[in-house]
């Protein structure tokens, strides 16, 4: 059975777009540091790292490239990955990490373009046809590391759509409540994580979202972007095992 959440959508929709930018923030102090050129090459050398570990399938070296606790990778398709041991799965569920656990010889990664503000230090990295990553840097006591890393494809550059957008929507479905749980797929060697938290697609008109729930049931949301922000056009709820419901509501 799908239905309509009006007056949830009117609740949550308060959260909008005007909170994105904590997420971005390490605060005005910091954020502020003049960077020298060994800060700038810390960073380009974490972001090749990354790009090493992530093609050899390093999980554990992969998540220590991240703020301890709360350090975040994101994607539209993959979630908000938050927290170290959803990095390791992370990694252990890339297609090319399933089929050989050896990984692809390790590349250099991207040239990333560093930006010091009263945000705080955040970075983009160009990835060509498949889109950019979108950066935000912190300095710990073992050096700089990802305090988020947000993928942006091709796609949704030219929708307009930046992590901003992203993270301005994930907070809008409730994605920090901790009502959504994560997603599993099955593979050859067992199940591997598939998302985290609401997936989103940009769309012509606006986005749209889906959220599992610890119920077995989902959401399906769409949204839009207006002047003040994302908000919902609707949220629908589909009960447990409601397999028609789902199937119409992929085929938006």
Not at 150 to 178: H, K, P
Not at 191 to 220: M, N, P, Q, W
Not at 230 to 245: H, L
């Amino acid at each position: 059975m799908k239905k309509t959440v009006s007056s949830l959508a009117a609740l949550v929709s308060i959260v909008g777009f005007v909170h994105s930018a904590p997420a971005f923030a390490q605060s005005g102090r910091d954020g502020a540091r003049s960077l020298t050129d060994r800060d700038r090459a810390e960073i380009q050398q974490l972001v090749t790292r990354y790009a090493r570990a992530l093609s050899s399938c390093a999980a554990e070296e992969y998540a220590d490239l991240f703020a301890p606790i709360a350090g975040s990778f994101a994607s539209s398709i993959r979630g908000e990955i938050i927290g170290r041991d959803k990095l390791i799965a992370l990694v252990q569920s890339e297609p090319h990490c399933i089929t050989t656990p050896a990984g692809r010889p390790a590349g250099n990664g991207p040239t990333v373009v560093v930006t010091a503000s009263a945000e705080g230090v955040t970075g983009r990295a160009d990835l060509g046809n498949a889109g950019h990553y979108e950066d935000v840097y912190v300095k710990t006591p073992k050096g700089w590391r990802f305090q988020s890393r947000n993928v942006i494809t091709r796609q949704e550059d030219a929708a307009t759509f930046t992590a901003r957008d992203f993270i301005a929507l994930r907070r809008l479905a409730g994605n920090d409540l901790g009502a959504f749980d994560d997603v599993y797929r099955d593979t050859p060697v067992g199940k591997r994580l598939r998302s985290s938290g609401v997936v989103i697609a940009a769309t012509g008109e606006g986005a749209t979202g889906r959220a599992f729930l610890h119920d077995g049931g989902h959401y399906d949301d769409v949204y839009v972007r207006g002047a003040s922000g994302w908000r919902f056009k609707s949220r629908a709820y589909v009960t447990p095992g409601d397999t028609s419901a789902a199937q119409a509501s992929a085929g938006r």
